[in-house]
């Protein structure tokens, strides 16, 4: 029979895999207790940052319906539970990686999918929404512009042949 405290924390867990739109699972073995402040701190704006037991987090995944993250649980785990814009949870976790060799990014689910360590390192290289989005609308500018100028040059160049052949017919008229 399990334990109301063990029972709590399954439904915790459950439910912040429903509510988050995406999930890194990393090892935190080594890290000082401030530095996982300090990632905690970083992460504030897109992802809650949660120490988990790995057989509890195995529970709440499959009561959410989360699947892909039984081969990552193991040895200590901590979770990213993103909220936010996936993309600058996956650089924040990857940039504090880079500062602090102890964290390792073991994988994650994205939207349901499970993400390897590579694939969401992938996904940290990634440009932001915004820049994304600047270079879409950039890219449908430009294509318009294209589109003008190819439906004004044919009119274009029929007038100015319609001139030249008016002055020629002018000048020819002129010299008989």
């Known amino acids: ?3 109301p405290d063990k029972a709590a924390a399954v439904a915790e867990i459950a439910d912040k895999f429903r509510e988050s739109n995406a999930a890194v699972l990393t090892e935190y073995r080594g890290l ?3 530095q996982l402040k300090d990632l905690r701190r970083s992460l504030s704006g897109n992802a809650t940052y949660a120490v988990v037991k790995n057989t509890l987090t195995g529970i709440a995944a499959k009561e959410a319906g989360v699947e892909g993250l039984d081969a990552s ?7 990213a539970f993103v909220t936010g814009d996936p993309v600058e949870a996956a650089k924040g976790l990857r940039d504090f990686a880079k500062a602090n060799p102890a964290l390792v990014i073991k ?7 499970a993400l390897t ?9 990634l440009e932001s929404r915004e820049v994304l989005l600047a270079r879409v609308a950039g890219g449908l500018k430009a294509t318009l512009t294209r589109a003008a100028y190819a439906f004004t040059a ?19 008229g002129a010299a008989a």
């Open 1 to 3: 029979m399990a334990r």
């Open 32 to 34: 000082t207790v401030a």
């Open 73 to 79: 649980l193991k040895g200590p785990s901590a979770i």
């Open 107 to 113: 994988g994650g689910v994205l939207e349901g999918n």
């Open 117 to 125: 360590a590579a694939e969401i390192t992938k996904l940290a290289d």
């Open 154 to 172: 044919k009119p274009t160049q029929v007038a100015r042949i319609i001139d030249a052949l008016r002055e020629k017919q002018d000048s020819e």
